[in-house]
């Protein structure tokens, strides 16, 4: 038994380290696919000659692969480098940017479960009716917009029309209504479609049949039996869903000028600030390995199956 969760174990870490090896592979390639970014930083009208020398500075000059391994060492050693762009360590950048974000995106997670969960669960207790029918389209219809839209017409409404809250930027907890109402969309419907599926499952079970059978309530059979044993992928949706926020937040911030990682990443590719481009993909990367293993973590807490 030992060996087996053993044998599991370093199966999962081995694939989690050959995801971040992948990611960090793409993001070196990418980078440097981007173009030349001394052209960007001294002007197209510089000399050769500083060019080139900028070239031999930054190392870009070297080979491709001793370049990949200079990055894989800076990277596992924690150096994530210097921006072209701003003359700042990529780490205090990050540092700085990653509130912002981590605000927006724990808002609109909360706005999605507070939404996403209920009304699963609302659809799943009342299959076939109105109830159900509308709830999933809401759902699909949450899937299917495109986020800059829906966040361009909010904008629209709420700031330009009605004058209610602000348009963009940071500040007040005004400002992160409209960002994070944007951002739980596309949560909401995958929470709520997903709830709506393990609920139903849960509640075909014959522990329920029993569980009403004894007399006890429905609030407590929908919430105490079938919702209890329906937490398992729900768990799992919306510790992925973090992540995918996480790194997915370009979009919402740019739409509302929110001064986040996602508006940073943006800065950095219009200036063709590959080292920044980079550490923010490393990070981004990291942040989903330590999301899948949370997962894992949770899954071994939750199941007693899985431990």
């Not at 930054?58 to 701003?86: A, I, K």
């Not at 006890?216 to 992928?233: G, S, Y």
């Amino acid at each position: 038994m030992k060996a087996r969760t053993v044998r599991r174990v370093g199966g999962r870490l081995a694939s989690l380290f050959a995801s971040l090896l992948i990611a960090l592979s793409l993001a070196f390639v990418l980078g440097r696919l981007s173009g030349d970014p001394t052209a960007t930083i001294l002007g197209p009208m510089a000399p050769p000659e500083q060019r080139e020398a900028l070239r031999q500075e930054l190392g870009l000059d070297l080979p491709l692969v001793v370049q990949y391994l200079d990055y894989l060492r800076s990277v596992f050693t924690g150096d994530l480098g210097q921006s072209l762009q701003f003359y700042q360590s990529n780490t205090s950048m990050i540092a700085d940017r990653l509130p912002f974000t981590l605000q927006l995106v724990g808002a609109g997670m909360a706005l999605a479960l507070l939404v996403g969960v209920p009304l699963g669960v609302l659809a799943a207790t009342r299959e076939g009716t109105w109830w159900d029918r509308g709830a999933s389209t809401l759902a699909l219809l949450g899937q299917s917009v495109p986020v800059f839209w829906f966040g361009m017409m909010l904008v629209v409404l709420f700031a330009v029309n009605l004058g209610w809250l602000p348009a963009g930027q940071s500040g007040s907890w005004r400002h992160l209504v409209l960002p994070a109402l944007t951002m739980a969309v596309y949560p909401m419907a995958h929470i709520a479609r997903l709830t709506r599926a393990s609920m139903s499952e849960a509640l075909a079970e014959p522990y329920v049949d029993a569980a009403r059978a004894r007399g006890i309530a429905n609030r407590q059979v929908v919430w105490r039996h079938a919702f209890k044993n329906a937490m398992m992928p729900i768990l799992t949706i919306v510790v992925l869903q973090t992540g995918i926020l996480l790194s997915g937040a370009v979009a919402v911030e740019y739409v509302y000028s929110w001064p986040g990682l996602g508006q940073l990443a943006l800065q950095a590719i219009q200036f063709r600030d590959f080292p920044l481009v980079q550490a923010i993909v490393v990070f981004g990367a990291l942040v989903f390995v330590v999301l899948n293993l949370l997962v894992d973590v949770i899954h071994s807490i939750v199941d007693p199956r899985v431990r």
